[in-house]
Nanobody
């Protein structure tokens, strides 16, 4: 059974930083691209970032490019999202997801087969 458990969310002031983690189990983590999406209050799911199975290729939504960094540790079966220069509009529940199939270019929320329970990030002064 695929399990994805996010952690690291919380309340942070604008301009601050947070590091999210996603512990994966129940599948061969190193075989899959992984990603992050988020859902702000009253809005739909929004792409954030994706990383390929070995960690050398990444992609970011324009809204987070230059501020967020996705990474992974395949030895620890863990996905990360380092978030810097946070803005109030980054407030959302953040979910990690297991990408189904090979990732070669365009990607969307619907390409993910499994999600974690999410972790809340609130950016407010």
């Amino acid at each position: 059974e695929v399990q994805l458990v996010e952690s690291g969310g919380g309340l942070v002031q604008p301009g601050g930083s947070l590091r999210l983690s996603c512990a994966a189990s129940g599948f061969t983590f190193s075989n899959y691209a992984m990603g992050w999406v988020r859902q702000a209050p009253g809005k739909g799911l929004e792409r954030v970032s994706i990383i390929n199975s070995v960690g050398f290729r990444t992609s970011y939504a324009d809204s987070v490019k230059g501020r967020f960094t996705i990474s992974r540790d395949n030895a620890k079966n863990t996905l990360y999202l380092q978030m810097n220069s946070l803005k109030p509009e980054d407030t959302a529940v953040y979910y990690c997801g297991k990408y189904e199939g090979p990732w070669s270019g365009p990607w969307s929320v619907g390409d993910f087969g499994s999600w974690g329970q999410g972790t809340q990030v609130t950016v407010s002064s």
